[in-house]
């Protein structure tokens, strides 16, 4: 059993390391290779396509494109741009703060694929890596989840506890832990970033693909016209439709129906408002519908939706398989050695790309051995270990979304470009927050 798993996961690890090869749509071609092998070949029941995330994807993908058409994304990169112009290298601090702080309001990171875009924007036009900030800031979209009071996992802990029969701890004492220890991880991530890679003027390789004609040249403020009365519309109507998404995260109450006993889905409401904005920007700005699809933001979201309609599709098949062994496996390993709990959330989460069920799966099994809730809660970062294998949704969108090509999967699939920051954040939140912990409780 164990070669087997041992031999799926290969194939897995082919599927990602052909696909990046290639790069673009391969990804998620190659990752439907992958998931025929593990059919034909292990018998791998596949199992339902990841449509939930595709949807919200082409959702706020499409709202993103209307204000592409209609200049709104210039015209939002020139505010962000009038920010860091003092020192330019501050993109890589401001954008992962900006998305920690949108995810942990709407208690998801998928509110980060319509800044993608205005990060790449900001940082090529100053001449900064793209990957340092777009990296850094899709790491802590996902790291704002383990701390945002209306994300899925937030609420499995809280139910865990409270069935566990520690009602005392709860949201209160996670926001007292989480908060702060995930927002120090983001920070030294993002200090860590600004020294990652060459800069463009001194990257061969970017400074050949320019010379070539296969990267778009960055414009400077100057040569840009003027900025137009339907940008301005498009960019303020967009960042409305984002703030209702940030509203109803916050404040569920605002999206139960009259009758209703919860909450319409997160998921559904995201894709109900960013489309409803795409229409309202159409129809405010007249921009030519034509015009859309042929955006940057349109190209990249699409070939991102097909990259996981492929390769997230693989994961989940993988793990939904061999779960019975996997998750068992891990609690074997904190059975003996209970500090080493916040490993097991860590590489189970890489395998259930998922921050709530890695929470709803293992936790449990912290508490029957016995690790004090503080330290629980402190180890909660630990479930973002989601982008050690590059297939989830925001890494694949990040990738595409940086025309510079400097945010990619290296040739041995485990040296991308969200590794480092993506083990600096989730390691000094989780030590962050046992300081947390023990100093407060």
């Not at 059993?1 to 190659?30: H, K, N, P």
């Not at 200049?71 to 703060?97: Q, S, Y």
């Not at 496996?329 to 921050?355: D, K, N, R």
């Amino acid at each position: 059993m164990t070669i087997s798993i041992l031999m799926q996961f290969a194939v897995v690890l082919a599927a990602i390391w052909v696909g990046s090869r290639q790069s673009g749509v391969g990804l998620g071609l190659w990752g439907a290779v992958g998931l025929l092998v593990l059919m034909v070949g292990f018998g791998v029941t596949p199992t339902s396509p990841p449509v939930d995330v595709m949807l919200i994807i082409i959702a706020v993908i499409m709202a993103a494109s209307v204000m592409d058409a209609a200049g709104g994304i210039d015209f939002l990169v020139r505010i962000a741009e009038r920010i860091i112009r003092a020192n330019p290298k501050h993109v890589t601090i401001v954008a992962p703060l900006t998305t920690w702080t949108f995810t942990f309001l709407a208690g998801t990171g998928h509110i980060v694929y319509p800044l993608l875009p205005v990060i790449y924007e900001v940082a090529h036009q100053n001449g900064i890596r793209p990957e340092r900030p777009i990296a850094v800031a899709t790491i802590a979209s996902q790291q704002a989840i383990t701390a945002s009071p209306v994300a899925a996992a937030t609420a499995a802990m809280i139910g865990l506890f409270a069935a566990s029969g520690t009602p005392q701890w709860g949201l209160p004492q996670i926001l007292m832990i989480c908060v702060p220890s995930t927002l120090i991880g983001v920070l030294v991530a993002a200090v860590v970033s600004t020294f990652l890679g060459k800069d463009l003027k001194d990257d061969p390789e970017y400074q050949a693909r320019l010379k070539a004609g296969t990267i778009p040249a960055p414009k400077a403020p100057g040569e840009r016209p003027p900025v137009t009365r339907e940008a301005r519309v498009s960019a303020l109507v967009f960042l409305a439709g984002v703030g209702l998404v940030v509203l109803f995260g916050f404040v569920p109450s605002l999206r139960m129906l009259p009758g209703g006993d919860k909450p319409v889905p997160m998921p559904i409401t995201i894709e109900i408002v960013m489309l409803a904005t795409a229409a309202v920007m159409l129809a405010l700005t007249r921009t030519k519908v034509d015009e859309v699809p042929k955006t940057a933001t349109c190209r990249a979201g699409i070939v991102a939706v097909v990259a996981i309609f492929g390769l997230a599709w693989l994961g989940d098949s993988f793990i939904a398989a061999n779960k019975d062994v996997i998750v068992p496996a891990i609690g074997h390993m904190t059975e003996a050695a209970p500090w080493a709990f916040a490993f097991g959330l860590f590489f189970a989460s890489v395998l259930l790309y998922s921050q709530a069920a890695t929470t709803r799966a293992l936790m449990p099994l912290g508490i029957a051995l016995g690790i004090p809730p503080q330290f629980l809660i402190a180890m909660f970062p630990s479930v973002n270990g989601y982008f050690f294998i590059p297939t989830y949704g925001s890494l694949i969108a990040a990738i595409n979304f940086d025309l510079s090509g400097t945010t990619r999967i290296g040739s041995f699939v485990l040296n991308h470009s969200f590794m480092i920051p993506g083990v600096v954040a989730t390691g000094t939140a989780v030590a962050s927050g046992l300081l947390i912990a023990r100093l407060v409780f």
